[in-house]
């Protein structure tokens, strides 16, 4: 039997190599072949996993996020299980994560802090779900964030400190929900946004539906589906494209206030309570010291009434002429 070739090492180091029980060479491929089968060290649990960071847990039933996430992932794949909810720190484990699939999951619940942990996530799929609402802060962790999809879920509502400020984000997905109108604001946290779809929501022609209209005046090429956004109400307005509607249409329309506006009235709010307060307080005790001085001077005059001898009557002579009679 021969042993192995060491052409660049001296005889002592050959000789303790071949005297060790389990060779040092083989066991970095060992490492490298466990990560891609399940319940290996560095998987996560029933996940299949290969070379590069993805972990495939696609289709498996799982009720929760499986455990044993780690900075080596990079992928994860949990479409098509039975994840129901995304409880705070979901994914701590996972920080170097960059693309999370959780379509056809049955979720309807997503903690404020579920993403915390995921500022290097690029691409989140959250379509096919059952979610019709979201907290605000959701997405506030996700600042590389550049897609993410809520198509196919129940929103009827999406308000904008739930998006939060993403500035890389580039496609939003926002298809077949219950949204009527996109709220003011929303869209202002994107300046980089270039793909916005819409399709499949009874969108209501009404004066909410202004910031929407408005953006797609301003970005015809990022709405690919703008076209064909059709008004389901009211009735006279029914099938009416949404780019049919210039600015003017809203002019009835009260312009909601901006942010710096927002912020001006919240600053002033407490400043203009406290001074009306102490102007309150100011007349309150003029009119106090007034009454005060008021009834004080009714009661000197009262003793000084009283002090005062009273006048003799018309047929009543004085006491100096009585004493002259006498």
């Given at each position: ?11 002592p ?31 996560p ?8 960071g993805q ?20 992928v994860?794949l ?14 701590a484990d ?27 996530l ?16 959701t ?100 099938l ?10 809203f ?8 942010a ?18 102490a ?8 009119f ?9 001077r ?5 003793r ?8 003799p009557?018309?047929?009543t ?10």
């Open positions: 039997m021969r042993s192995p070739s060491f052409p660049s090492w001296g005889p180091l050959q000789l303790l190599l071949l005297l060790l029980p389990w060779p040092v060479w083989a066991q970095a491929p060992a490492a490298a072949a466990s990560w891609g089968t399940p319940g290996a060290l560095d998987c649990e029933a996940c299949v996993c290969a070379p590069g972990a495939n847990c696609s289709g498996r039933a799982l009720p929760a996020v499986p455990g044993g996430l780690n900075w080596r992932v990079r994860l949990l479409n098509h299980n039975r994840v129901h909810a995304l409880p705070p720190g979901a994914f996972a920080g170097a994560l960059l693309r999370l699939d959780l379509r056809e999951n049955g979720l309807r619940w997503v903690h404020a802090r579920a993403f915390w942990g995921l500022g290097a690029e691409q989140l799929d959250l379509s096919a779900n059952q979610l019709e609402a979201l907290l605000p802060g997405f506030a962790p996700l600042r590389a964030l550049r897609a993410l999809s809520l198509a196919e879920n129940r929103l009827a509502r999406l308000e904008p400190a739930a998006l939060g400020a993403l500035p890389l984000l580039r496609a939003l997905s926002l298809q077949d929900n219950d949204l009527p109108a996109l709220a003011s604001g929303l869209l202002e946290g994107l300046p980089n946004l270039n793909t916005l779809r819409l399709r499949g929501n009874p969108w209501t022609c009404g004066c909410a539906l202004r910031p929407l209209c408005a953006w797609l005046r301003g970005h015809p090429r990022h709405a690919p589906e703008a076209e064909t956004l059709l008004c389901v109400s009211p009735g006279r307005l029914t009416s494209p949404l780019t049919a509607f210039p600015e003017a249409a002019s009835h329309c009260a312009r909601s206030l901006a710096r506006d927002l912020a001006v009235v919240y600053a002033l709010g407490p400043v203009s309570f406290l001074a009306s307060l102007a309150c307080l100011a007349l309150g005790s003029a106090t010291a007034c009454g005060a001085r008021h009834r004080r009714r009661r000197a005059a009262a000084r009434q009283q002090r005062r001898p009273p006048d009557g018309p047929g002579a004085s006491p100096a002429a009585t004493a002259a009679q006498a």
